[in-house]
Structures are given as structure tokens and as C-alpha cells.
């Protein structure tokens, strides 16, 4: 399956009022992603399901995604959340293995620790340092017990509002 590692838009800062699961995009955010979204749409990236961190700033995101790519439906997934080993990450997304296509909306460091992994094994050995609104595209083989996977492409949201 193609895998879309995607990490969330814009978002608010942090403060202590705010809990940060709560933390929304910003306007700015949300601008920037429904253009990077037109590019990946250019791209003919069309997932049939979108997973996402279960946090505000990710499934806002996700929601921009769905909207821009022909409505694919979105998922909760909890296991995107931040702080979460990427071994568990896999294990979630066997079971939408059977799809052609898949996005995955999460944030920095988990996005780059599970590209690593899916790549090498090891989450240390080659991390992909994912800018906000950053996507990889990666060919992903998830049989059981067993995992394949080729880096097709990386690029930011920037090079995406360009297309």
C-alpha cells in the first residue's frame, strides 16, 4: 500500500491555560494546509482512509485533507499520539493494510521515528524530520509478521503549494 505520513499544520503555541491535546490549527495553518492539500491532490494522492492522532491540531488537519481528496473517510487512531513506540504504530495499521492508500496525520518526533522504522527497523537509524504539513510517500508491505518498505518521496507543505 502507498502509506502518506503527514504531520499536522499550524497550530497554536502552547501555554499553561491550554492543554495540548487541545491546541487547534491557526488560521495560517489552515490556509497553508488546504493549499498543500491542492498539490497533493495535483499528485493524485487519493487515500481511502485518513488515520489520525486522536489530538485537535491532527484531525483538524486530517479534516482539510479529507475535504481537499475526494472525501476519504477519517479514523482515530490512537496510537499516533505522540509518545507512542512505532512497533505499536504497525500493529495498528495492519489491519488497513488491505487498502491501496493510506494517510497517517501525526506530529514531530513519532512521524520521523515510524519512517525510520518502517524503513530500517530501528526508529533511530534514519529519521525523516518532518516541517509542519510535511508528507512522505512510502510503499509499505505489512504482512504478518513481516514488513517492506521504499521511501517514493518526501517534501514539505511549501514545495506541495507549489505544484
Known sequence: MKLYLVRHGIAED???GLDDKDRALTEAGRAKMTRATQGLRKLKVRPAVILTSPFKRAHETAEILAGGLDGARIEI???LAPGVDSSKIVEALRPFARHKSVAVVGHQPGLGNLASFLLTG???RCQ???KKGGIACLEVELAENQMRCALEWFTTAKLLRRI
Do not use: I, R, V
Open 14 to 16: 502552547g501555554n499553561p
Open 77 to 79: 487512531l490512537s496510537e
Open 122 to 124: 530501528s526508529e533511530k
Open 128 to 130: 525523516l524530520d518532518f
